[in-house]
C-alpha cells in the first residue's frame, strides 16, 4: 500500500509529530490515511521504533524508551547542553517563577528563556515583575511525553540531570 510508504517517509523525515492533515497534504488520500496509519504502526510493534498518537490528530515516529539511552549518545543534539538541562529544570519545577529559575540557573536564564520559548517549547506569563514559566504542549510532544503523566516526566528529566 503505497499510501503506507508516503506516511512512514514522512515521519521518519519529520523528526516530529505530523498532523494527519499535513500527511494529507502532502499526498496520502484521506479515505486511505486511517487504515494505512494502524497497520504502519502494527508493523513497528516489535521494533525499536514506534509509531504513537502525540496528541490530537498527530503522530510520530520515535525511539521506544526502552532503546532511547542506547542510542543517544549517537543522535545529534538538537537543543544545546545548557538550553536542555534549563528546559529540563523548568519542567521539573513547573509552573516556576523566572526569578526562581534565576537562583538555579544564573543570569543566562533571561536568554535560555526566551531562546525556549522562540522553538516553542515553553510559555510564559506575566506575573508582577517577573514571568511564571512553564513548558508548552509542543515540549510534551516532541519528546513523546503524555500530559498527563507528570510523574513519569520528573523521573526521566531527573534521571538526564543526574548523568550531566
Same mark, same amino acid.
Given at each position: ?5 508516503? $506516511?512512514?517517509?514522512?515521519? &521518519? ?14 499526498? *496520502?488520500?484521506?479515505?486511505? &490515511? ?14 525499536? $521504533?514506534?509509531?504513537?498518537?502525540? =496528541? /490530537? =490528530?498527530? &503522530? ?7 532503546? @532511547?539511552?542506547? @542510542? ?18 523548568? @519542567?521539573?519545577? !513547573?509552573? *516556576? #517563577? ?6 538555579? *540557573?544564573?543570569? !543566562?536564564?533571561? /536568554? ?8 516553542? &517549547?515553553?510559555?510564559?506569563?506575566? /506575573? =508582577? ?7 508548552? !504542549? ?13 510523574? #513519569? ?12
Amino acid at each position: 500500500m503505497e499510501a503506507k510508504r508516503i $506516511i512512514e517517509a514522512i515521519l &521518519f523525515a519529520a523528526g516530529r509529530p505530523v498532523t494527519k492533515e499535513e500527511i494529507i497534504k502532502a499526498g *496520502v488520500k484521506k479515505k486511505e &490515511f486511517d487504515e494505512a496509519i494502524k497497520e504502519l504502526m502494527k508493523e513497528y510493534e516489535d521494533s525499536a $521504533i514506534e509509531i504513537i498518537s502525540a =496528541g /490530537e =490528530g498527530k &503522530f510520530v515516529m520515535q525511539l521506544r524508551e526502552k532503546y @532511547a539511552h542506547y @542510542a543517544a549518545k549517537f543522535a545529534p543534539m538538537e537543543l544545546p547542553k545548557s538550553l536542555l538541562k534549563t528546559l529540563a529544570i523548568i @519542567a521539573y519545577h !513547573q509552573p *516556576v #517563577k523566572q526569578s526562581e529559575l534565576k537562583k538555579i *540557573v544564573g543570569s !543566562q536564564i533571561y /536568554e535560555h528563556v526566551r531562546e525556549l520559548k522562540k522553538r516553542g &517549547f515553553i510559555k510564559t506569563r506575566k /506575573e =508582577g515583575r517577573t514571568k511564571i514559566v512553564e513548558t508548552s !504542549q509542543y515540549f510534551y510532544e516532541y519528546f513523546g511525553f503524555d500530559v498527563k503523566n507528570k510523574e #513519569k516526566i520528573k523521573e526521566v528529566l531527573y534521571k538526564k540531570l543526574e548523568r550531566e
